[in-house]
């Protein structure tokens, strides 16, 4: 039997364990390990590649990683690791973010948000164009137009110019060119157009009968055929270099401006003519890449109607293309002075239109019932 007796604690278990803590927390807090360069080179690695970020060049990441998985580390520490992670990214990223060859990748259509406005205005307008349904026009039918326009006039004596009332006008154009067409305008004396064609006489074949004809000039730019517009390419870079290739040393647009011929001609198509959707959409395409188009935000055409406009000036005047600015089509023309001059202030307009109907006509000047 022991007789030696127990210690008896001077203050309980719980006290011993209560003065332990004490004393703790008054020591510093143990260092936090330190991270290996090959540890910190795949924690900086691996953050990039979540972010989308290209790994540095040189990198070590496969070799870190066979290192670490042959020593088999596990961080004892994870939050503090975690936060240098972190750090380390974020510094790389923005340092990589400024570094020239080293941009954030740009969202798809940035192009075209950085397009001129013109641009991005005449693409959605060829789109709308693209989408239009029209019937064919037959090779014996009329493409037949009507419009109101009013063009300035100078008086006898000279002055400034004075833009007359607007009126109808009415035009029938052979789709083949085989046949006179007309021209109606409200006031006028009705005007056979292409009936000055020469008489000759042709062979079918060898020893046909000659039978009589008529000599006609081909069908161009700036003497189109329904036939003929239909036939223009649809790609807007041949479109546009045939439209120059027509348009060289002509044209209703003085000076040597070959942009502003290839304007206007396009122009003309587009309030004369009745294009296939397709021709359309690569006219208006065409015309955007002619240098110096712009915008007009507000525009009025010959009926008082409000749009968008695409202009271009030349020569001290503005030539103005008004679109519906919901539907995107076409309204008309109009011309304004940019400068002041003998023919009047700047902002005086010297012309406009409305395009009212498009259809197609058996005959000229029949107005067909179901016009557009």
Known sequence: MNTTPRRRPLHGAGSEEAERLGLAALL???PVPGLGP???LLLREALLHKAGL???????APRA???LARRRLVLRVVTPA??????VGGIVAVNLADTPGHQTPEAPGDDAARAP???????RIA???AAQKQPAVRADQFVYVESKVAYAVQSAAGGSL???AVHTRQVWLSADGSRPGLLREEGRQDTPLGADDTPVYALDGPGATPRPTTLRKSPSISDPTHQYVASLPTDPVALLKLIRGETRGQGRSPGPDPDQRAFAAIGDLLAETWAPPQVSAALYKAAAKIPGVTVVPSAVDATGREGVAVARTAHGRQTQWVFDRNTYAFLGERTVLTEAGEAGPAGTVVGTSAVLARAAADRAGEVPAGRR
């Open 117 to 123: 406005e013109a641009v991005r205005l005449l693409g």
């Open 38 to 40: 090959d540890r910190e």
């Open 65 to 67: 990683a066979r290192l």
């Open 28 to 30: 510093p807090p143990p």
């Open 162 to 164: 004075t833009l007359a």
């Open 82 to 87: 975690v936060a240098c992670a972190l750090a």
């Open 127 to 129: 789109l709308a164009a």
């Open 54 to 60: 290209p790994a540095p060049r040189g990198s070590l």
